[in-house]
Nanobody, 124 residues
Framework: VQLAESGGSSVQAGGSLRLSCVVT????????MGWFRQSPLKGREVVAT???????RYADSEQGRFTVSQDNAKSTLFLQINSLKLEDTSMYYC???????????????????WGQGTQVTVSV
């Protein structure tokens, strides 16, 4: 399984971005996928997760501005970010894990497959 993120960009505060993560290979029916972000101050933290049944989970601090979704073929994971803030500046990673668990884990250490990341930079 390989993951490839795209969609990161430099944007102004208040704007929106849609990140994509293309999945190559099969995760099977039972899996968890997540978006994580990493910054020097906070380390790597979860933004949102979704499982093979479409059940989503969000970091408590991010509900409302972030929306995680998958395409019908479940070959691409998306993260819609609205009302971008300066503190959203980070490298964003998607990750995956073959597991049947609801809700999905939020610890990065539990995820096995990782993409290379896509940079989001927010400015005034």
């Amino acid at each position: 399984v390989q993951l490839a993120e795209s969609g990161g960009s430099s944007v102004q505060a208040g704007g929106s971005l849609r990140l994509s993560c293309v999945v190559t290979g099969s995760l099977g029916r039972h899996y968890c996928m997540g978006w994580f972000r990493q910054s020097p101050l906070k380390g790597r933290e979860v933004v949102a997760t979704v499982d093979g049944d479409g059940i989503t989970r969000y970091a408590d601090s991010e509900q409302g501005r972030f929306t995680v979704s998958q395409d019908n073929a479940k070959s691409t994971l998306f993260l819609q970010i609205n009302s971008l803030k300066l503190e959203d500046t980070s490298m964003y990673y998607c990750a995956a894990l073959r597991v049947r668990r609801t809700p999905c884990p939020i610890s990065p250490a539990e995820y096995y497959y990782w993409g290379q990341g896509t940079q989001v930079t927010v400015s005034v």
